[in-house]
């Protein structure tokens, strides 16, 4: 007997992705990125962003169920992310998934989506169990999860001001890479001496927190300071040395949570977690300590469908759906 | 034929179900931010009313605007989904289109307003024919200053309806021959006539081709002094 079919739709940000999802099988996984809507302002504008998710929506999910080579009517249910989000954003996915499960007779879930970004390594790691130490880092959060077991979540690190992806992106316009700047930087520290340049690592006094608004303000002295010297290293060194910097403290916030908590798996989700320098060095600080490392495929690491279906299918498992008349909830909080 | 109007283009938000007979079902509520919360249990308060199904419908209608931006979207998604669901045509219809039949009543041009804030209103002029209204002119964005100067060039009796409680009080006062009523929001019954009409006449547009009418591009405040920040290998 197999579980459920799962539509899940995602609309909280810049991306337009819609998955279909069945006993942990992602069936199909399509997006439609606004990167380019965006780059041209150096990040991501709401009201556009809301005008490219009403434009995509229906082609798209259309397309997912193509894809996954089944009918409408073969969906059990339809999951939408309900927040943290851009409100005008979230209303898109959140208005065509209620709508959608209503006439078609079936339940609706609204889901968190970080939530979502917790279950992505399930989709392609069936040994994936909490309890874990989950970290979660993107352009809109950076925070680290205590996953006790599924539902029961608690954020034991979270930033104090810009989230990562926020400041790739921020140095990244400064040094006019462009948008989004995570892999931007990526691409520019090739060849890169990481080690040149040792730029700030915050909050060494709190072991799971982080902040990351001084690492921006560094870079610029330095390339002000260093470009009026006549001594300015080459972009590949201090691309380099950024991504290490925000890479160093990503890594070490998460190992201080795994050994605060003692638990022995760690996870990750989130647009950074495509980072290739942090995939190493996650692998290789796990790797170190005996700890079993779970990272989805970039694909499942940025935003997409497939994992508020996920989370979703474990909602509905317990029993929970949503009312017709919830709404969406830009500032939601997990675990709450 | 069975049709389901959404409408949610400004602070009120409307559904409506009609066939041969007229409004089978109607529910409404006046709430700025409430459109995502209020259609589906509208849609399924309207249906449980009516005896109907979502499956006998014959088509969808949608009010795409002009209005407020985020309940345009939320009613177009809404409407899309449904329509797509049960795999009938789906008609978008103008919130001012839907104003105006709202007030064809008598001999006076119509002048339907919709707030679209910072201090403009979209407007569009009709004439009242029998059975309804017909167009009179392009809809456009407009202050209130250049309102009332068309207003008192326009030497045909007028009757202003829509939002237009938006504007500045003077905007409209002591102007000869121009009066002032309702209906003050679109309704989805009108929005499921206009509809209707369409449909009869065959029209079945491309789905992808019922997109919100914002007539205002996207309001983007770009930090330029930090956008232009170039370094020195940019």
């Known amino acids: ?336 | 034929m069975k049709i389901a109007a959404i409408e949610s283009a400004t602070a009120a938000s409307s559904v409506a179900l009609v066939d041969a007979t007229g409004v089978v079902a109607s529910a409404r509520r006046i709430d700025r931010r409430g459109h995502v919360g209020f259609l589906v249990p509208a849609l399924d308060f309207c249906f449980s009313q009516a005896g109907w199904a979502p499956g006998d419908l014959d088509a969808v209608a949608v009010d795409v605007g002009p209005g407020l931006f985020s309940g345009i979207r939320a009613g177009i998604a809404t409407a899309q989904a449904v329509a797509g669901a049960v795999g009938v045509p789906l008609i978008p219809v103008s919130s001012l289109d839907a104003v105006a039949l709202g007030a064809a009543t008598g001999h006076r041009r119509i002048w339907a307003l919709i707030d679209v804030r910072r201090g403009e209103v979209a407007a569009g002029a009709y004439r009242p024919v029998p059975g309804g209204v017909v167009r009179d002119g392009a809809a456009e964005l407009i202050g209130p200053e250049a309102l009332r100067a068309t207003l008192e060039s326009d030497r045909t009796d007028a009757l202003v309806v829509g939002e237009w409680q938006a504007l500045p009080a003077a905007t409209l006062r002591g102007l000869h021959g121009v009066k002032t009523g309702r209906p003050r929001y679109p309704a989805a019954a009108a929005v499921a006539d206009i509809a209707r009409n369409r449909v009869e006449k065959g029209e079945a547009p491309h789905p992808d081709e019922v997109r919100p009418r914002y007539m205002r591009e996207p309001d983007v405040t770009i930090n330029w002094s930090d956008y232009r920040e170039e370094g020195p290998w940019a």
């Open chain 1, 1 to 336: 007997m197999s579980g459920p079919i799962i539509l899940g739709l995602e609309t909280s940000c810049d991306e337009t992705a819609i998955g279909v999802v069945r006993d942990g099988v992602v069936l199909s996984n399509v997006l439609s990125s606004q990167v380019d809507d965006h780059a041209r302002f150096g990040g991501v504008v709401p009201e556009v962003a809301a005008r490219a998710h009403v434009e995509a929506i229906r082609s798209l999910t259309h397309r997912a169920l193509r894809d996954a080579g089944i009918h409408q009517l073969d969906v059990d249910a339809v999951a939408a992310t309900r927040g943290p989000g851009l409100a005008g954003a979230l209303m898109v996915g959140f208005s065509y998934g209620k709508a959608m499960a209503w006439a078609l007779d079936r339940p609706f879930l609204g889901v968190d989506h970080m939530e979502g970004h917790l279950f992505a390594p399930t989709l392609e790691h069936p040994g994936f169990e909490p309890p874990a130490i989950v970290l979660l880092a993107s352009g809109g959060h950076s925070q680290i999860v205590l996953t006790r077991a599924w539902g029961d979540y608690e954020t034991v690190g979270a930033t104090i001001d810009d989230a990562a992806g926020e400041a790739f992106d921020k140095v990244a316009r400064f040094l006019g890479l462009g948008f989004p700047g995570g892999p931007a930087i990526d691409r520019a520290s090739d060849g890169g001496d990481a080690t040149s340049i040792d730029f700030p690592r915050a909050l060494g006094d709190r072991p799971t927190d982080l902040s990351f608004s001084g690492l921006k303000t560094a870079v610029v002295t330095f390339v002000r300071r260093h470009h009026e010297a006549g001594d300015l290293p080459p972009l590949s060194d201090v691309a380099a040395a950024v991504q290490e910097a925000i890479v160093d403290v990503l890594v070490a916030k998460t190992m201080n949570a795994v050994e605060q908590t003692g638990v022995k798996v760690v996870a990750g989700g989130g647009g950074v977690l495509a980072n290739r320098r942090l995939r190493q060095r996650l692998t290789e600080a796990c790797a170190a300590r005996g700890i079993r490392l779970f990272l989805p495929s970039p694909i499942l690491c940025t935003d997409n469908g497939a994992m508020v279906a996920a989370a979703a299918a474990f909602r509905l498992e317990r029993g929970e759906t949503s009312p017709l008349d919830s709404e969406v909830d830009s500032s939601l909080r997990l675990g709450s």
